[in-house]
């Protein structure tokens, strides 16, 4: 097996004033792993504090993040710029907690990113290394990604890239299929950097609606594949509320997948986890977690944030 290494980033959908607590409690996770020694299970946290959701509500009955006001307010005044170069400290709720997160921590933080160049010149004072920043799967426009991979260059932070939700092909054995070539063509964006991690979270597909989003893991080992990227899996965007009960289980059959040269397909998991304001009934709990960790950790090895998140 060339690499039996795994990396859990866990955490709510959103970050809110009433889950900071949890995500601290998901660091403190430990595993004993097979060498009989204690160690950390997690090795990042999702702290999202602006959502891209399908619409647009201002009356936040959706809930679009407890950053939403903050840009909207920048955005209608248009200084977006003026408040970054001018107030250091007039930051994103989200940011603030992220800082402090990762410096009580030490921990990478992960976050959805739908305005690169507005949203993480907030993050200049995180550490190398730190961030992940991943596409929301409604955007399939290679040149944000572009913008998100300029800011990650110098910080050695990752871009995580997932897949579009739409996809109306066949999976072929010597066909990439045009859902396959527009995930690995946003890489192409992502020039200057090596730190690319691709994200599978399922496809919008008529005939499979017991998933949120069904996933194919042949569209994953071919993409892996072609890129020589690490792939990472989502779980709650692909198995959702209907399969909740199941994400445990159907996650570790997931995790044992491997490519046709005989490793491991997924590097990683971006799972939803405690609880949130937005997607909550896809999420799994904090003792759920710990045994997803304690079950993988039987047959992957689980990666400690001492180490590097790809190599």
């Avoid at 979270?201 to 005939?207: L, S």
């Avoid at 017991?210 to 198995?239: E, W």
């Avoid at 059959?253 to 040269?261: F, S």
């Avoid at 939803?272 to 799994?284: A, L, M, P, R, V």
């Amino acid at each position: 097996m060339k690499n039996n290494r795994l990396s859990i980033i866990a955490g709510p959908c959103s970050i809110d004033e009433n889950n900071i607590e949890e995500i601290y409690e998901i660091a403190d996770l430990t595993i004993k792993n097979r060498n009989g020694n204690k160690q950390k299970a997690i090795y990042g946290v999702r702290i999202v504090g602006l959502k891209s959701r399908t619409e647009l509500d201002d009356s936040n009955e959706k809930y679009m993040g407890m950053d939403f006001e903050f840009y909207m307010r920048r955005i209608r005044l248009k200084n977006v710029q003026t408040s970054i170069n001018e107030n250091v400290n007039d930051l994103p709720p989200s940011v603030k907690i992220a800082q402090k997160f990762i410096s009580d921590t030490g921990l990478l933080v992960a976050t959805e990113i739908v305005m690169p160049d507005i949203q993480i010149p907030f993050y200049s004072s995180i550490p190398d290394g730190k961030m992940l920043f991943w596409n929301p799967a409604v955007n399939q426009l290679g040149w944000t990604v572009s913008q998100t991979a300029k800011h990650c260059i110098q910080k050695k932070w990752f871009v995580g890239l997932k897949n579009g939700k739409w996809f109306n092909q066949k999976i072929e054995a010597d066909t990439v299929s045009s859902a396959e070539n527009t995930w690995l063509g946003l890489s192409t964006y992502a020039t200057g950097t090596e730190n690319i991690v691709f994200i599978q979270r399922g496809f919008d597909i008529e005939h499979e609606k017991q998933f949120r989003n069904y996933p194919i893991h042949k569209a994953s080992a071919r993409v892996k594949q072609l890129s020589q990227k690490p792939m990472f899996f989502d779980p709650s965007h692909t198995f959702g509320q209907k399969l909740r009960d199941k994400i445990v289980d159907l996650t570790i059959e997931a995790m044992m997948l491997q490519t046709g040269d005989g490793e491991y397909l997924y590097d990683g998991l971006l799972i939803e986890t405690g609880n949130s304001k937005s997607d909550t009934n896809q999420h799994i709990t904090i003792a759920e977690l710990k045994e997803l960790a304690e079950r993988l950790d039987k047959f992957r090895d689980i990666n400690s944030p001492n180490n590097q998140l790809i190599r």
